[in-house]
């Protein structure tokens, strides 16, 4: 049967013929990491550079961005094929700019607010200066027949600046976290700018048709657009906007899974765990929108209602640190240990610990050893853009088994609806569901992944990159 997802994503278009400009990729961070004991550049891993390094080195690549250091703006240098063009971010924007207006005002506010959505004038100055270095840094290198590909929530006025600086660059833009819907959009202050500054692009790719109708009722309420997503007209351009979910290498995931080394990883990770008949995992950046609390207090009902369960079902928590400066991740981190605390305390033996934290990063060969041996993977955030996680679990799962918990808000539910969708604050559901997924039979395992893997494999991140360069080649 064909794999389709719920709405039926269009299948792989023939992408049009090579253009000759080059591709400017603009982003917050440059996808390079300074090694002090190499004494050089090194592409850092992450799912975008994976997607994006084979279109860059063909058409010849630039990625313009902050290194990451305060104050540090090197003259631009090539790493891998790739022009690495720095932009300098100073020490006091990083607290204004970047923790503050990035992820005090925007990341809860398009997470549909499930936190205070913090707004002050002072973090939205530099918000506006740092967009504009940003568009003029990409002015100043972009040639003719060249394409901008501006990415995610920090950038969302660089469209409309470069519109201003060189209206004539095909622009595209890609938002990795969800829309919200205007009501909750139209508290910005600054939703007109904001609106007017994404409409600058030409194309505008987002994870899920809920953002990008959210999007097109935001760009028509505050930035005076007309028409629909697909044609908005606006200033008398006509500008896209469409669905693209993000995905990951699926054909790399699943080599990585079937490496001896893995494979063996995995036993002994049982193993050290005393063989439990069912091990439940957990794996996300420790932010409050992934629900992590939630998820843990739904398995302690699991356990206040199964006590038969006891010794033999074990749950892993992963969690990356994360924005560690910012107060709120100081919270929900303290609320995560002491959950953990409170359900060892009150259900542990000396045989038996039922939750395992790791508050880490785990290199990637490490972390697929874990997929592997988790039989349940636990994904419930409260409101995520996609969730990669979902998409790695199943990608690793080469047997055909496991069993794939899946909030219904994250943007990955419109595509893998074969898995156990649940809502993650309703705690009765979530444990009934877990209760279910520990002891659902090896054909009804096989049935779902079969289904899901279909998915992740088709829509993989090279489905999703080849879409969105159609659409911005035009
Ligand atoms: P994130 O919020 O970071 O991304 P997600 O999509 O799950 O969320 O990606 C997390 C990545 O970090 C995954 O590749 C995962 O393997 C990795 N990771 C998680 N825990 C780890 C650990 N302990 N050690 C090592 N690696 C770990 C944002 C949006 C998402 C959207 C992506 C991509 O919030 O909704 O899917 O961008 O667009």
Redesign the pocket.
Known sequence: MEPTSRFGYPARRVVSDPVDGRLVVVANRLPVRWDPRAGRWETSP???VTALEPVLAERKGVWVGWTGTPDHAPEPFEVDGITQVPVPIAEDEVETYYEGFCNGTVWPLYHDAIRPVEIHRHWWRPYVEVNRRFAARVADIVRPGDRVWVH?YQLQLVPGFLRELVPDTRIGF?L???FPPPEIYGRLPWRTQLVEGLLGADVLGF?TRRAVLNFAGAARMFGGARGRAQSLEYRGRSIVAETVP?S?DADHYRALSLAHETVSRAYNLRRSLGKPSSILLG???L?Y??GIDLRLRAFETLLQRRPDLHGDVVFIQ???P?REQVEEYQVIRGRVEQLVGRINGEFGRPDWIPVYY?Y?????D??IAYYRAADVMV?T?LR???????K?YVATRTDGTGVLVLSEF???AEQLDEAFIVNPYDLDQMAAVLEQAVSLSPDEQRTRMAALRRSVSRFDVHWWASECLASLDG
Do not use: C, W, Y
């Open positions: 992450g799912g975008l995610d890609f990795h976290i969800p994870q993000i990951i794996v996300d950046r932010d929108t992934k992963v969690a990356v994360s790791l880490r990063s785990l290199p990637q490490e972390l994904v955030p995520d853009g996609m969730n990669l996680v979902a790695e994250a943007g990955a």
